[in-house]
């Protein structure tokens, strides 16, 4: 990479469950593979990543091969997760072996973010990591959580990390190409490559989540915590995970998917 000086120190990506899953919700390596490779040539960069991840609870029902007969669905989400979480890092460690670079898992509450011990707690936990040269991969602690008190995704834990840790920069990796200023199958419709803050750019989100899927967010919660975070002065994008390189072209300042700007 070149320009080294300009670019971002810390940058925080979250990837999400219909990123890393199948139609049958199983997580695929290759798509693993193409994450790590980027964070690891990032990470070589002297640029620290910080991941957000979901998938636990695809990895659980992965592992468990069979619907579990528990009605209650918080119930079935923690054991879903309590399953997962050691199974989706395993992934993850094994290929950043690979790399020889080192990551650490880092699970948390709502409550963590409050103002207090326990943020001051988290704020050493990550930068303990970081200055060890040891990648955090974060996630929601669906075991504990209290749905009355629950991020309303990952959406939302990846923006506060990123004002957390005082982020050079946040990119939101979907499945989509970015936000789109109409239905996206629709003829004409457009990627818009910039949004600002202040824009009703909401009339455009059409994305209301599928039923089907695992992963609780959506384009509208994308677009909404994304605002949130430029807001603080933190450059946010928003971005098709599966394009070739999209995290290594996106810190180089090529114009890939939708840029959310503070005014």
Known sequence: MENLSKKPRKIVVKVGSNMLTNHKNRIMDTVLQHLVGQLAELYEDNIMPILITSGSVAAGMEAMGRE???????????????????????????IFQQYGIRCGQVLATKRDFSPGKHRENMINCYNGLIASGIVPIANEDDTVSLSMSAFSDNDELAALVAELLEADMLIFLTHKDGVFNGPPDAAHTEVLEEVKIDEKTEQYIHDKGDPKTIGRGNMASKLKMAKKAASKNIAVHIANGTTPNVLLDIVNGKQIGTRVMAN
């Open 68 to 94: 579990l007969s528990i009605k209650d669905d918080a119930v079935r989400r923690q054991i879903y997760s309590s399953m997962g979480q050691p199974r989706l890092m395993r992934h993850y460690y094994e």
